[in-house]
């Protein structure tokens, strides 16, 4: 998911190092890359001993004012075919990657709600 804030005179690095401290003050998350150049962090998300999940978080500088994008490794999406499975039996190995979807989505809406918070702020 995108958010894009107008706002010319917004500070990007402020804004990328406010994400990275999200991330670092979650315990199930570990920021495995930053690159400040890019403004680019990559997080390794592991929710009480599930499987590791990558998340990619980028900031944007735009013409008039900067986005941020958040999202979820690719593999995890395939949890989303979990009902269609079901019918045919399989529905009980897709259990696990529906649950890190949800934990997944909660940290996203939580890290939208700060950035908000952050970006307002500004």
């Known amino acids: 998911m995108r958010y894009r804030w107008i706002r010319r005179e917004a500070n990007l690095d402020y804004v990328f190092s406010a994400a990275e401290h999200f991330f670092n003050s ?3 998350c570990k ?3 930053v690159d400040k150049v890019r403004r680019e962090l990559i997080v390794q998300v592991c ?3 599930e ?3 990558a998340v990619y978080v980028r900031v944007y500088n735009r013409p008039d ?3 941020i994008s958040f999202s979820a490794e690719k593999a995890i999406l395939f949890g989303k075919m979990g009902f269609l499975s079901t019918m045919f039996g ?3 190995f897709i259990k696990d990657k529906l649950r890190v ?3 997944i989505d909660r940290l996203e809406e939580r890290f939208w709600l700060y950035m908000n918070d952050v970006v307002s702020a500004l």
């Open 31 to 33: 920021i495995s890359r």
């Open 90 to 92: 399989t529905g009980i």
């Open 51 to 53: 499987r590791t999940v």
């Open 26 to 28: 979650q315990e199930f």
């Open 101 to 103: 979807m949800n934990i």
């Open 65 to 67: 004012g900067f986005e």
């Open 47 to 49: 929710p009480h001993g």
